[in-house]
């Protein structure tokens, strides 16, 4: 798989100054890691991920393409190969996104594995060579925090329930953009408190999702 370099996005991006430079800035960021993932990169259209919750469960249907997603449970081990053993044979890659380097770490069955265990605290990229429906098992989190760097991030999304999102904060963190993942059409869908029509407004059960913020603590609180 083609390893494409994700352009760094200057400190000045945090100005307000400079809101357009900002806008066109994060637009080309955006557009950039769907040609890191994809190869190619389009204009969106609305999509969601299913979900199933099923006590302590939680299943997550995944399609046979790139797949963002996050897990509402935490698990008791989380190496790669135990946590997808219930889809063994069916997944290819995985991508862990690292906000030093602003890059994606990289794990393949077959080759690279820049890492061995799913971090609990992050979203994940995950390529399907088949749809299938993942299952795991786990302990709810209660009211969690997890402290992110400034610049994008992909942090867990911890809870079985849907979140709304309104202006410019998410769980104690003031941001700039968020992004999530269209798996239907591949792309990425991107939300500003400062577009008058966001292209979404929820983060999902099961949804991964990046954020661009000045650093903090996102401290997730159970309704």
Excluded at 6 to 19: N, T
Aim: aromatic fraction near 18%; proline fraction near 4%.
């Amino acid at each position: 798989m083609k390893r494409k370099e994700v352009v760094l996005l200057s400190l000045a991006i945090f100005l307000l100054a400079f809101a357009a430079a900002t806008f066109a800035l994060t637009l080309y960021f955006h557009l950039e890691i769907e040609k890191k993932i994809t190869g190619n990169a389009a204009s969106t259209s609305v999509g969601i991920i299913a979900f199933v919750v099923i006590g302590e469960n939680q299943m997550i249907p995944l399609g046979d393409a790139w797949n963002f997603v996050s897990f509402f449970l935490q698990m008791s081990d989380y190496n790669i190969t135990k946590v997808l053993a219930p889809i063994e044979g069916e997944y290819e890659y995985i991508q862990e996104w690292d906000p030093v380097s602003n890059d994606f770490k990289f794990w393949s069955r077959q080759g690279t594995k820049d890492f061995s265990y799913f971090n609990k605290n992050k979203s994940y990229l995950i390529y399907m060579n088949n749809a299938d429906n993942l299952t795991v098992s786990g302990g709810k989190f209660e009211n969690y925090s997890i402290a992110i760097l400034p610049g994008w991030e992909t942090p867990d999304y911890v809870y079985e329930y849907e979140s709304n999102i309104t202006g410019s904060d998410f769980y104690n963190v003031s941001f700039y953009y968020m992004q999530k993942w269209n798996l239907t059409s591949q792309e990425f869908l991107l939300y500003s408190p400062q577009f008058p029509e966001p292209q979404f407004n929820q983060i999902l059960p099961s949804e991964g999702y990046f954020i661009l913020t000045d650093g903090g603590v996102i401290r997730y609180i159970r309704k």
